[in-house]
């Protein structure tokens, strides 16, 4: 079973419909990093948190440190938003910074 | 500012065959990292570094040597190339300032370099 695990794998909506991306990890994080790549294939940050909520424009990123859950929400989605959406666990391990990786969700938003 | 870098963005080799990748980053991080994405998988760690001249393996380490004799680059090596190095390899860096923002720990990654091993 990997350590993070993202829900769903691919998710295919409409121009304006609200989105939600959940990733639940079974290990001990410091945080936990949202990233967004795009089609053609650079990798982006969007979020580091470690509680609480935070947002960007029309994303937004909760956390659950308790129940080992964390969700990404896009509102009034749109084409361009369409891209594969990455959550990490943030780890120190023996003094390093590492991040466990799911294996992302491939968003397709049709106009 | 360039951010990180990575050369080359493509390449083909034959197996058996030996090439280097560079990652440079201008952000004077401590941290710098070497991926591989391979289709189902998402990103698995090779190999890190926590500072110039420092390595440490990472989850799948087999077959790469990496070196980081620059504070600012960090070079993965392939000695004898195998089709299952076939992959999208992707470097990325981050600093290491303990006690401040947790946006200090994100990390910042280079476009890739698509890697064929026929």
């Known amino acids: 079973k990997n350590e993070v695990e993202q829900s769903p794998q691919n998710l295919t909506a409409q121009e304006g419909e609200f989105i939600t991306i959940n990733c639940s990890y079974s290990?001990?994080?410091?945080?936990l990093h949202w990233l967004q790549q795009h089609p053609g294939g650079g990798i982006v940050s969007l979020f580091m948190?470690?509680?609480g909520k935070k947002k960007h424009g029309r994303l937004i990123a909760t956390i659950n440190i308790q129940e080992k859950h964390s969700s990404l929400h896009i509102t009034a989605s749109h084409p361009r938003d369409s891209a594969v959406y990455i959550c990490a666990a943030l780890l120190f391990i023996q003094g390093a910074q590492k991040l466990v990786f799911g294996q992302g969700t491939r968003l397709t938003i049709n106009p | 500012n360039a951010g990180v870098t990575q050369t080359p963005k493509f390449r083909v080799l034959k197996t058996g065959q030996s090439m280097t990748l560079l990652c440079a980053q201008d952000m004077n991080h401590e941290y710098m990292y070497w991926y591989r994405q391979d289709p189902g998988m998402g990103l698995r760690l090779i190999h890190y570094s926590v500072g110039e001249g420092t390595t440490a393996k990472g989850e799948v380490p087999d077959g790469y040597n990496v070196s980081r004799l620059k504070k600012q680059n960090f070079l993965l090596g392939l000695e004898s190339a195998a089709p299952s190095q076939t992959s999208v390899y992707f470097c990325?860096?981050?600093?290491?300032?303990?006690?401040?923002?947790?946006?200090?720990?994100?990390?910042?990654f280079g476009p890739g370099t698509r890697l064929t091993v026929t």
């Open positions: 948190l470690s509680s």
């Open positions: 990325a860096s981050s600093n290491l300032r303990r006690g401040l923002s947790l946006s200090s720990y994100e990390q910042y």
């Open positions: 290990v001990g994080i410091s945080a």
